[in-house]
Nanobody, 118 residues
């Protein structure tokens, strides 16, 4: 069964840091792209960042310079290091696997809540 399991969310003050983790099966981590999406209340789900199987990365302008995506293929784990967090980063964060295109998600995690207080 395909599974992606996120962890590491929580409540943090503005300016603080969190690291999210996403563990998956080996078959999922053979995907060409792994990434993070987020959805704030009343807003559409948006792409935050992704990393390719070759290590190339993309980050949305809103998080560029503050968030870093990485992957450990030996551990089948994806990470999102979030620094200098802002209240507008508050959202449910979802791990995603994309087999062929970074914007066509094939598998989703269940999500982990990140709340940033001002």
């Amino acid at each position: 069964q395909v599974q992606l399991v996120e962890s590491g969310g929580g409540l943090v003050q503005a300016g603080g840091s969190l690291r999210l983790s996403c563990a998956g099966s080996r078959s999922i981590f053979s995907s060409n792209f792994m990434g993070w999406y987020r959805q704030a209340p009343g807003k559409e789900r948006e792409l935050v960042t992704f990393i390719s199987s070759r290590g190339g990365t993309y980050s949305a302008d809103s998080v560029k310079g503050r968030f870093t995506v990485s992957r450990d293929n030996a551990k089948n784990t994806l990470y999102l290091q979030m620094n200098s967090l802002k209240p507008e980063d508050t959202a449910m964060y979802y791990c995603a696997a994309m087999l062929y295109s970074p914007r066509d998600v094939d598998y989703w995690g269940q999500g982990t809540q990140v709340t940033v207080s001002s």
